[in-house]
């Protein structure tokens, strides 16, 4: 399992490369808002900073833990660029069989 702040620290990479990679594109698309959607499962550690953490779970070890150790949970971000507030612009190369 993954915690919940990796997930979206590895989408920040991977979107951050796809704007670097549109520059100089002819054709290039405005990043919107990114819907996320996740089953995670939640602990709190014992020790003396008692922090909170959430748990990315993948949908077969999901089946596996309980429904009272697991929750869905839906977030959307407004990626916005630092130095402009602006929405980003993203382009690539064609991925097979991506959406």
């Known amino acids: ?11 920040r990479r991977e979107l951050t490369a796809a704007i670097s990679e549109g520059d100089g594109e002819r054709l290039r698309f405005e990043l919107g808002p990114v819907e996320i959607e996740a089953s ?5 550690e014992a020790a003396g900073d008692a922090k909170l953490r959430f748990w990315i779970v993948d949908t077969g070890a999901a ?37």
């Open 1 to 11: 399992m993954i915690e919940l702040s990796e997930m979206v620290r590895e989408l």
């Open 40 to 44: 995670v499962s939640v602990s709190k």
């Open 63 to 99: 089946a596996k833990l309980t429904r009272a150790d697991t929750q869905r949970i839906t977030f959307t971000l407004h990626p916005r660029l630092t130095d402009s507030g602006a929405s980003p612009l993203i382009s690539g190369d064609d991925v097979p069989h991506e959406r």
